[in-house]
């Protein structure tokens, strides 16, 4: 209730109509910048472990000073390095450009509110805020080399077939335990009411309290795999932005190494050692024809040669098929 809210609680609340306006999305861009996390203190993080052990080498080639830097001494990221999805799966490359879109004047505010009062700078951001513009096209372009080189070629695969699960998973919670369900199911740190959403940070002291009225905006929410309970970021323009644990993210830590170097790749060809590798997770011929950019009939093919071969099953997922792995194809990808 109003009055009621203590330290480091925010409160959304929803007017009629704005749970119809609420949406998800998820992005690999903003992925690539939570990801600074683990190599912040990897230990937040045991289901990443293996890939950040993996990746450090590249990880070690890429601007470090400057990751470094972004992150505040409580762990806080700048704003403005998060811009909000604009669409349920927005490339990569999009939201690069929107990053690239940041009006100069707001960069050094945004550090300074991050680090707080009386924290100084680190001195590559304290330099570089002489000229805000070069400093924001070092981080653009620091990103840019980062997810292709670290994270693009084995590692986004496996998150994305993560996240599109819990888009999945979320979307029947939603069907069929309504908002409170999916509200509370995406974190403990989330409690609802009707027309009210709280979510309480386990450090109060670090972030104000806030009274949010979402007023016909609707809010976004974004499931990612480096978040240890679910964060915010409030506009008063725009939809609130919710990124919380995606559902099933302990499967990072079992990801197997990429089919591109197994002899599974020379028995099935690429195309369909790489659906089955996806199929980690079960998903529909759709859900797979998006993640791979490519029509549905070409993934329904591949899909019936595996199925026939006994290497995936099907079931029924409302109006459309859900295929995954068989134990012998989960056989086959491990040896």
């Known amino acids: 209730m109003p009055g009621a809210r203590g330290p480091g609680v925010i409160e959304f609340r929803f007017g009629v109509g704005d749970l119809a306006s609420t949406s998800f999305a998820y992005s690999p861009y903003q992925e690539a910048v939570f990801s600074l996390w683990g190599w912040w203190d990897g230990s937040r993080f045991p289901h990443q472990r293996p890939w950040l052990r993996r990746l450090r080498p590249l990880y070690e080639r890429q601007d470090t000073e400057l990751f470094d830097a972004l992150i505040a001494p409580h762990g806080f990221i700048p704003d403005f390095l998060t811009p909000r999805p604009e669409r349920v799966r927005p490339s990569f490359a999009e939201q690069l450009a929107q990053l690239r879109a940041t ?5 050094e505010p945004d550090f300074r509110r991050t680090f707080g009062p009386g924290v100084p700078l680190p001195p590559v951001v304290a330099e570089g805020l002489a000229d805000p513009a070069a400093l924001l096209e070092r981080i653009a372009s620091a990103f840019d080399r980062y997810w292709h080189e670290c994270l693009a070629p084995d590692w986004w695969p496996r998150a994305r077939a993560v996240l599109e699960a819990d888009l999945a998973h979320q979307s029947r919670v939603l069907a069929e335990q309504g908002a409170a369900g999916l509200f509370c199911g995406l974190d403990t740190r989330l409690t609802w ?35 240890r309970g679910a964060i915010t970021s409030v506009d008063t323009t725009r939809a609130p932005v919710l990124n919380y644990p995606a559902h099933g993210r302990g499967r990072l830590a079992e990801t197997p190494p990429p089919v591109s170097d ?9 195309a369909r050692a790489r659906l089955l590798t996806l199929l980690a997770d079960p998903a529909t011929t759709t859900e797979l024809a998006r993640r791979l950019d490519v029509t549905p009939g070409a993934v329904s093919q591949h899909l019936s040669v595996l199925y026939d071969a006994g290497l995936l099953h099907r079931s029924r997922r409302g109006r459309g098929v859900e295929y995954a792995r068989t134990a012998l194809g989960n056989e086959l990808l491990r040896g």
């Open 262 to 270: 197994r002899a599974v790749v020379r028995l099935l060809g690429p």
């Open 103 to 107: 009006p100069v004047e707001s960069i």
């Open 193 to 227: 009411r009707p027309g009210v959403l709280r979510l309480r940070h386990p450090v109060p002291a670090i972030w104000p309290a806030a009274d949010v009225q979402v007023a016909g905006r609707g809010m976004v929410l974004v499931p990612t795999t480096f978040v």
